[in-house]
């Protein structure tokens, strides 16, 4: 899976949560059940922000908010 971390985000998860960027890609791998939808009219993004919660190897939960790629933007 590739997945795009902006430097910004990366500070955040580090600072603000104590998450890295291996437990984000754990959790995608021990995800189940489908991706939700943020439709708050405050949390509305082009495309749409998906979410779901899931466990870390570690069994650390977390809520994982990203926007699944889409033409016009960059994948790495």
Do not use: Q
């Amino acid at each position: 899976m590739n997945i795009h971390f902006s430097p910004a985000v990366k500070e955040k998860l580090r600072v603000k949560h104590n998450v890295t960027e291996k437990e984000v890609f754990e959790c995608f791998a021990n995800r189940e059940g489908n991706y939700l939808m943020d439709t708050r009219e405050i949390h509305k993004t082009t495309p749409p922000t998906l979410w779901f919660i899931a466990l870390t190897n570690k069994g650390k939960i977390l809520k994982i908010c990203f926007i699944p790629p889409h033409r016009g933007i960059r994948r790495s």
